[in-house]
């Protein structure tokens, strides 16, 4: 079995920063994308952004461009996500993803794996 646990959720006010992190254990599998996705009470779940496993392309959502990084480190098989100028529109429940074969990153049917999420919230 493939485990994908995210930490570094917590309560920040809005223009502070968090660090999300996403730990894989379990079963070695060929990644093609790793991704974080959130989901809002009352809201469907939405992309945020992926990162290419080999060649580290990102992608991101408009909403958290200039504000997100997505960056992974492969000797260790983490995922994190850089939020900084954080907003309270981005409270949610933070999942990290793995795709493991190659189609569109921003779509969460793509993705084969998935964490429990991690709570973010942003007050005002």
């Known amino acids: 079995q493939v485990q994908l646990v995210e930490s570094g959720g917590g309560l920040v006010q809005a223009g502070g920063s968090l660090r999300l992190s996403c730990a894989t254990s379990?079963?070695?599998?060929?990644?093609?994308?790793r991704a974080w996705f959130r989901q809002a009470p009352g809201k469907e779940r939405e992309f945020v952004a992926a990162i290419t496993w080999s060649g580290g392309s990102t992608t991101y959502t408009d909403s958290v461009k200039g504000r997100f990084t997505i960056s992974r480190d492969s000797t260790k098989n983490m995922v994190y996500l850089q939020m900084n100028s954080l907003k309270p529109e981005d409270t949610a429940v933070y999942y990290c993803?793995?795709?493991?074969?190659?189609?569109?990153?921003?779509?969460?049917?793509?993705?084969?794996?998935w964490g429990q999420g991690t709570q973010v919230t942003v007050s005002s």
């Open positions: 379990g079963r070695t599998f060929s990644s093609y994308a």
């Open positions: 993803a793995a795709a493991t074969r190659w189609r569109s990153v921003m779509v969460s049917d793509h993705y084969d794996y």
